[in-house]
């Protein structure tokens, strides 16, 4: 939670763990200016989460990579299904994937496969290209991948995704 609380101001928000409405971070490097725009994944803010996704250039789209979550997510009226529609329906053609809760599925290689190859084939129904998608393996509560590497997933050597200049590589 230590990452979401960065951003998440509302006590209701810090009480029940989850994004309510959206909040705005800004920040500079050398080359842009970037603002996050952190929108609620819960399924009785999706008027807030659509406010947020309708101002963005990039999406990152969440997903709990635990047995049955993950599932349930992709699940014909999923929310992980529903948001990735509603982020290309409103113009977001840039997409990041961070598979989250790692530390549930055991760091598996494997799991993180499988969610990426699932997680390919429905985004790509939806309108995205898996191959302009960079996909990271992430814990949120560790911080694994979030910020550094993490050494409890060393099989991950890193991303890869096409754009126009070619192909781009990326660690976290």
Known sequence: FKYAWVLDKLKAERERGITIDIALWKFETPKYMVTVIDAPGHRDFIKNMITGTSQADCAILIIAGGTGEFEAGISKDGQ???????????????????????????????????????????????????????FVPISGWH????????????????WTKENKAGVVKGKT
């Open 80 to 134: 992980t299904r529903e948001h990735a529609l509603l982020a290309f329906t409103l113009g977001v053609r840039q997409l990041i994937v961070a598979v989250n809760k790692m530390d549930t599925t055991k760091w598996s290689e494997d799991r993180f496969n499988e969610i990426v190859k699932e997680t390919s084939n429905f985004i790509k129904k939806v309108g995205y290209n898996p191959k302009t998608v960079a």
């Open 143 to 158: 911080g694994d991948n979030m910020l550094e590497e993490s050494p409890n997933m060393p099989w991950f050597k890193g």
